[in-house]
């Protein structure tokens, strides 16, 4: 079992700028970020193959949000800029065991969970 512990989030107007951060019990190839916004389904948003950094991202976040590792490769951070209203969500990490073509494929199902974090950005 593995277990992901979350910080960061918070309010932020349009523009802003947000890190949020997942630290993992235990190295894991594959980490990455979702988010659920009110009445939405749950959307992942970027993957990292934590062996070698590469990431995927989804077309929403492309270009304004990154994903990083600290030198452990068992925390991730999502740095998010330029942050629009509708990224409005509650966000989790999530990590799996997958090969490097599953994780970056923007389909991976995750088998663990953070608690979730609520970021909100204001008009």
């Known amino acids: 079992q593995v277990q992901l512990v979350e910080s960061g989030g918070g309010s932020v107007q349009a523009g802003g700028s947000l890190r949020l951060s997942c630290s993992a019990s235990t190295l894991i190839t594959c980490m990455g970020w979702f988010r659920q916004a009110p009445g939405k389904e749950r959307e992942g948003i970027a993957t990292v193959y934590t062996f070698t950094g590469d990431a995927w991202y989804a077309d929403s976040v492309k270009g304004r949000f990154t994903i990083l590792q600290d030198n452990s490769l068992k925390t991730v951070y999502v740095q998010m800029n330029s942050l629009k209203p509708e990224d409005t969500a509650m966000y989790y990490c999530?990590?799996?065991?997958?090969?490097?073509?599953?994780?970056?494929?923007?389909?991976?199902?995750?088998?663990?969970w953070g608690q979730g974090t609520q970021v909100t950005v204001s008009s």
């Open positions: 999530a990590a799996a065991t997958r090969a490097r073509g599953d994780c970056l494929s923007g389909r991976i199902a995750p088998s663990y």
